[in-house]
């Protein structure tokens, strides 16, 4: 999948315009749609097989998880 989702969102702009990036499900549904909108080439059938790459790989929790690994460990004394 990580191949499509190349094929079909480089064409106009890089990549890190995605991994930047971390929205709901919602949200990347609506940012396929806009993509869509301006030329870029889902298949209907693959849609959701999309959906579940961007969330998973680039969702709120990435962000979430991201953020916290550059955090100092609090010690526990």
Known sequence: MEAKIKAACTQCHNAARITE???SRKEWSDQLD????LGAEVPDAERPAFLDYLTKN???EK???KAS?????????
């Open 58 to 60: 680039f969702g709120p």
């Open 63 to 65: 962000a979430t998880s």
């Open 34 to 37: 806009k993509m869509v909108g």
């Open 21 to 23: 990036q971390h929205m």
């Open 69 to 77: 690994k550059g955090q100092p460990k609090k010690s526990s004394n």
